[in-house]
């Protein structure tokens, strides 16, 4: 019987972390979540400043550090860090525009860490990739830097593509799909689930449509809003529910409470909080515009999906797995009228509607968090024995 000692491997993640309000820090926790069925994997999290306490992360079992500020140039506590623990093989980054900024600080900190010799290895999760078009010129000088990395994972054909265009070397871009968590909360009764979001039967009318997410100009709220002014107010009940982001659009939605029937959840959702409401819904709607040469994946979308309720969304970069697998419920952004027959086949064909999604269902099952967990540990064992065979 072999008795050999297996080794450790070790990873640091620069990103947000809980209780910060952001996607990329649910993406962080659901990801080291999911590593904690793969053996043998040390996590850290060197993550933004705020009023946690460092302290071990019951739920993933990383270690949580308060290393570096929002937007900040100076990423000098993560060396810090980096030399208090002993160092590790993989320093990852979650790399997002808007906590990174558009300088390459980040990118020359774990360079530094490197080289001495505080990571064998660099990688970094694009979040979001820019397109020429976008003229974004600070965003894409920091792309064209990418290939002093070891390793850049993105999330779909277009980011992967797009980066190699850009003469990020093929080598070092890595696919990973979005991991999507499957809902838990599918088998609860409607009456307990809306206990439990704290709200009544009384309230809810017809079909549950939800619109789920930070709400900002982007996300197309008054798209939806013009579109369910042409169906039969009886048919549905409207819930929107995630952290404002954009006061104008609480206009938007008074002005919406007088002509329907909408419930409001003007909060940030736990990831908990958001399962139990897409288990809630009937249909989900995404009527998301992008901003013009920037590429990313929505996480609500992978939490909807993996709730195996119909989703109506927009042909945009951001939903480019929904139009891949179910694309008779896409339509073209700022459409509301489409959006709008959309709507009103699917309450009428509900039952074919979710029958149509089955390959979507699949799609949702095949990138499960487990298994792109696991693809984040080949893909560090596979660039670590780069480094041993050089």
Not at 61 to 71: D, M, P, R, S
Not at 284 to 292: A, F, G, H, Q, S
Request: proline share 4%; with cysteine; glycine share 6%.
């Amino acid at each position: 019987m072999c008795r050999c000692k297996r080794v450790m491997l070790s990873v640091a993640y620069v990103s947000t972390y809980p209780p910060t309000h952001c996607g990329v820090a649910e993406y962080t926790r659901m990801l080291i979540t999911a590593l904690k069925s793969a053996a043998n994997v040390t996590v850290h999290v060197l993550c933004d400043i705020s009023d946690r306490k460092e302290v071990i992360d019951k739920e993933t079992g990383a270690y949580v550090h308060n290393a570096f500020i929002k937007g900040s140039n100076n990423y000098d506590r993560i060396l810090d860090i980096l030399a208090e623990i002993g160092g590790v093989d993989v320093l990852h980054v979650q790399h997002e525009y808007g906590i990174f900024g558009y300088t390459d600080a980040i990118l020359g900190t774990c360079l530094k860490a490197k080289e001495e010799g505080l990571a064998r290895k660099i990688a970094f999760t694009m979040h979001t990739v820019y397109h020429p078009l976008s003229g974004n010129d600070k965003a894409l000088k920091f792309q064209e830097k990418l290939n002093s990395t070891d390793a850049v994972i993105v999330h779909s054909f277009l980011k992967e593509f797009e980066l190699q265009h850009q003469g990020v070397n093929p080598r070092i871009v890595y696919r990973i799909p979005h991991g999507t968590h499957l809902n838990p909360y599918l088998g609860i009764s409607r009456e307990n689930l809306l206990a439990e979001l704290s709200l009544s039967r009384e309230e809810i009318k017809g079909y549950i449509i939800t619109m789920p997410g930070f709400l900002r100009r982007d996300k197309g709220l008054d798209v939806l809003i013009d579109s369910l002014e042409h169906v039969d107010r009886e048919k549905f009940t409207l819930i929107i529910a995630g952290e404002l982001r954009d006061r104008k659009l609480l206009d938007v939605i008074e002005y919406a409470s007088s002509k329907m029937n909408i419930i409001y959840l003007a909060r940030y959702l736990t990831n908990e909080e958001m399962l139990k409401l897409i288990a809630l819904s009937d249909i989900i709607v995404l009527p998301y515009r992008d901003k013009r040469g920037s590429y990313s994946i929505s996480g609500i979308l992978h939490l909807s999906m993996g709730s195996f309720r119909p989703i109506i969304g927009t042909k945009v970069p951001r939903l480019i797995e929904l139009y891949q697998y179910a694309p008779r419920l896409t339509i073209p952004p700022k459409a509301p009228e489409e959006l709008s027959k959309k709507i009103l086949w699917l309450i009428e064909n509900y039952d074919f509607g979710v029958a149509y999604m089955a390959y979507l269902y699949g799609y949702a099952a095949r990138t499960q968090w487990l298994r792109m967990a696991r693809r984040h540990v080949s893909l560090y064992n596979n660039i670590l024995k780069s480094e041993a065979s050089t």
